[in-house]
């Protein structure tokens, strides 16, 4: 029997929803890659409703207590009086979601002597320190692929609401006003303009993908440069060096997981390089950006604008300076979490908890830690 300890970001303010506005989602079978969509034994949720939240349970309460499993589900993650710390010492598996992360910091990790895996339902491990998590033994999984679509579909929507002015534009209608002179003097056409993308993996492709018909000229950053047959199907030009790129670029999007080669890559020296009146929109990690020199580059002007969903901590401060900053267009962090994405990682967090739980080895590009070793899609994404 397992101890399985479940952190979901709390349920609607107004309430656990009783409808929804669709009655289904697409199914999703395969992704642009080619790997399959998770497929667990079964599912006992519907696809399409909320399941990421607190009583949602990722729709695993029936699969865990049939099988003689405790099943632990808190939003109280934070602080040494929360639930999550009391109930960490003899958990054998933790779940936790970026959105709402369960930071499983050293101290914690030393303390969770039972602890053997630590799931992501989503993508990105950086909330757990992988370095803590090889020493303790404690295997890292996410649910690879599951949502990189939901957050490249996010940073496209977040770029033209930037560049065209939307957000504004809409609020102003919305308070009965109707000077276009004021919704259009920070409004531009995308076309012509050069985007890049800092990594160029599951969801940086993605994006590049959306934004190709646009008729934007594309530019990428990462180590390791793509196979030539991509670069010419999307027109891409690849740089050695964020600095070239970033040079270049009138928008940049930031799609990197974040680690010790990503963390404040946009200081105050990369972003006072950029041209004067660019945008970036980072859907990846906040720490990859420094929070003030953004703040500040928004308002002498050297950025034009700023969006994103991801921030430090979670959830962000109420008095955190990216809430009130100038021409900023962030949301909370939900772009991974669509009612749609929740379908693919709640399947995906089962189907690695069957493997887990029966000792079947799960699917390699769902391992970030095993073996004491960064391994899988983690050997190929991180560094400690
Ligand atoms: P992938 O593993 O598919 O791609 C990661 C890419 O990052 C690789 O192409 C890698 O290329 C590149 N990379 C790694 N280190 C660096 C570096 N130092 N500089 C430049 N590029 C680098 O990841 P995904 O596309 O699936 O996800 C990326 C990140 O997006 C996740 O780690 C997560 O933090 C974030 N995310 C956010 C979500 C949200 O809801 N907002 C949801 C899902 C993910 P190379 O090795 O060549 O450098």
């Not at 560049?163 to 012509?192: F, M």
């Not at 050069?194 to 646009?214: E, S």
């Not at 950025?303 to 962000?316: K, R, T």
Request: net charge neutral; with cysteine.
């Amino acid at each position: 029997m397992a101890k399985i300890l479940c952190v979901l970001y709390p349920d609607p303010e107004s309430g656990f929803p009783k409808t929804y506005a669709r009655d289904n989602v697409p199914t999703i079978t395969r992704y642009e890659n080619g790997q399959t969509a998770p497929n667990p034994k079964a599912i006992d949720f519907i696809p399409g409703h909320l399941v990421g939240s607190v009583t949602g349970e990722l729709g695993l309460r029936k699969f865990l207590e049939s099988a003689g499993h405790r099943f632990v589900v808190t939003s109280d993650k934070d602080g040494e009086e929360s639930v999550f710390d009391r109930e960490l010492p003899d958990a054998d598996v933790v779940i936790s979601q970026p959105f709402w992360p369960a930071y499983l910091t050293a101290a914690r990790l030393a303390k969770a002597k039972k602890l053997r895996l630590a799931l992501t339902a989503g993508i990105g491990s950086d909330h757990i320190d992988l370095e803590a998590a090889i020493k303790h033994g404690v295997t890292v999984a996410e649910v690879t692929g599951s949502n990189s679509i939901s957050v490249a579909e996010h940073a496209v929507m977040m770029i033209l609401s930037l560049v065209r002015n939307y957000l504004p534009s809409h609020e102003r209608a919305k308070s009965g006003g109707w000077n276009i002179a004021d919704c259009v003097s920070r409004s531009y056409d995308l076309e012509g303009m050069h985007v890049g993308t800092v990594a160029a993996g599951r969801i940086g492709l993605a994006v590049m993908r959306r934004l190709k018909p646009f008729d934007v000229r594309l530019h990428y950053f990462q180590r390791h440069r793509l196979p030539k047959a991509v670069e010419d199907e999307l027109g891409l030009s690849f740089h050695y060096e964020v600095e070239h790129m970033v040079k270049v670029c009138d928008i940049v999007t930031i799609n990197a997981p974040l680690h010790p080669g990503t963390i404040n890559m946009f200081d105050e020296k990369l972003l006072s390089s950029m041209k004067r009146g660019s945008y970036i929109v980072d859907t990846a990690r906040a720490q990859i950006c420094g929070r003030d020199a953004i703040v500040r580059a928004l308002e002498d002007g050297r950025l034009a604008g700023y969006a994103g969903d991801v921030w430090y901590p979670q959830p962000a401060p109420k008095d955190h300076p990216w809430r009130k900053m100038p021409y900023n267009g962030m949301t909370p962090h939900m772009s991974g979490t669509s009612l749609s994405a929740q379908a693919r990682y709640a399947a995906g967090t089962r189907e690695i908890l069957e493997c887990w739980l029966e000792g079947r080895p799960m699917r390699e590009e769902y391992v970030i830690v095993d073996g004491s070793k960064l391994a899988g899609t983690g050997a190929m994404a991180y560094t400690i």
